[in-house]
């Protein structure tokens, strides 16, 4: 069998071998019929399938009830940056952002050169060392929605709960931590996600969004921009990305047979905990760089003594087969992001290497 790396990148990401190993068997001959996936019309029966499937786990997965639509999208969650207030955020009204960090940053700054913004809640006074309390985020009545970023993959942080924003709609950015564990969707009018850290390969975005909300939406608004463009159409309007849908919905089901969201949660927090006691354990060799109570199920970060020391523990790591686990640019230090498809051996090995690093060189 293949070697394969202890892979911590933060994305794209891991996927679980077993979808991998799926998709090498129908790689040439999808289903018996002489040809791969890539090579058939999106409108075929075989693809309509894929899709029709993908869309139904998504909603027995999340538990998203009547009332929301599925989409899938291209152009990754940077993209719905710019959709979300194209669409949702009309002249005389105001979105508020929560500032969590880079990802929330970008958000927000997509939504100023769109319409009129607010700051809900900020983290920066913090060094977005932890998410706002709940209480503290601001829906002020009348406003077109509130933003907030689930999961902030650079910083390592997480929100614990989520903010009732009464009737102000609540929108959510969860492309780094989607099914890591369950949500109450009902509480979102809208949430997406770029596939490619726990959902699948890039290519596509997944959107969840309601009627309530689809019904606001602007005129005006380019046709492959509009959310109802897609609504209307399954998400089949235009040529999808078929092979990263068809990754994906192998990924779905893996997550339903690892036991739905309940079970991906228990397998996530099982495996954090080997490396966050790492780091807890280590008497200050290792520190974390998010208060204990925003830390993230899904990109663990800290820092260790020196800059010569986190290179050398790059070095190391390197060599005994760890990938992804450099801190990103803009932050620097360490980062290991241990996303749904992460499996806990390589955890395990991770947290191994830290404690023997530690007593090597503490
Ligand atoms: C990776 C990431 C994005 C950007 O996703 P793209 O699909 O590359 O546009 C946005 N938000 C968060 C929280 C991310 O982790």
New binding site residues.
């Given amino acids: 069998m293949a070697k394969r790396a202890y892979n911590f990148n933060?994305?794209p990401a891991a996927l679980p071998l077993e979808v991998l190993q799926q998709a090498q068997e129908e790689f040439v001959d999808f289903q018996g019929i002489g040809m791969s996936i890539m090579e058939i019309s999106h409108r075929s029966k075989q693809y309509e399938q894929v899709n029709d499937e993908a869309q139904s786990l998504v909603k027995e997965l999340l538990g998203v009830p009547a009332g929301y639509q599925v989409l899938f999208l291209q152009?990754?969650?940077?993209?719905?940056?710019a959709m979300i207030p194209m669409n949702f955020l009309p002249q005389g009204k105001a979105a508020g952002y929560v500032l969590t960090g880079s990802?929330?940053d970008?958000?927000y700054t997509e939504a100023k050169g769109i319409g009129e913004t607010y700051v809900a809640a900020t983290g920066e006074a913090g060094g977005f060392r932890s998410i706002p309390a709940v209480s503290d985020i601001e829906a002020r009545p009348g406003s077109a929605y509130v933003h907030l970023?689930?999961?902030?993959?650079?910083a390592g942080s997480q929100f614990a709960a989520y903010p009732d924003t009464g009737s102000v709609p609540l929108i959510g950015?969860?492309?780094?931590?989607i099914m890591c564990r369950p949500v109450d969707v009902s509480k979102f009018s809208l949430l997406y996600?770029?596939?490619?850290?726990n959902l699948g390969p890039?290519g596509v975005?997944l959107v969840i969004v309601s009627d309530e909300l689809l019904g606001q939406a602007s005129k005006g608004v380019p046709t492959m921009l509009r959310y109802d463009t897609h609504s209307k159409t399954k998400s089949l309007y235009n040529t999808p990305p078929v092979y990263s849908v068809y990754i994906m919905n192998l990924v779905l089901k893996w997550i339903k047979g690892k036991g739905g969201l309940e079970g991906m949660e228990q397998f996530n927090r099982d495996k954090t905990k080997l490396i966050y006691d790492a780091i807890d354990g280590s008497g200050g060799f290792y520190q974390g760089l998010v208060d204990a109570n925003s830390r993230s199920l899904m990109n663990i970060t800290f820092a260790l003594g020196s800059e010569e020391l986190e290179k050398k523990f790059i070095q190391e790591s390197e060599k005994e087969g760890f990938v992804g686990l450099k801190g990103h640019r803009d932050v620097g230090h360490m980062r290991a992001s241990t996303y749904n498809a992460v499996p806990y051996e390589s955890c395990k090995a991770l947290a191994d290497f830290m404690n023997e690093f530690r007593q090597r060189n503490g």
């Fill in positions: 933060p994305g152009g990754g969650a940077s993209t719905q940056f990802w929330a970008k958000a970023t689930s999961n902030e993959t650079i950015d969860f492309s780094s931590d996600a770029g596939a490619q850290k890039s975005t």
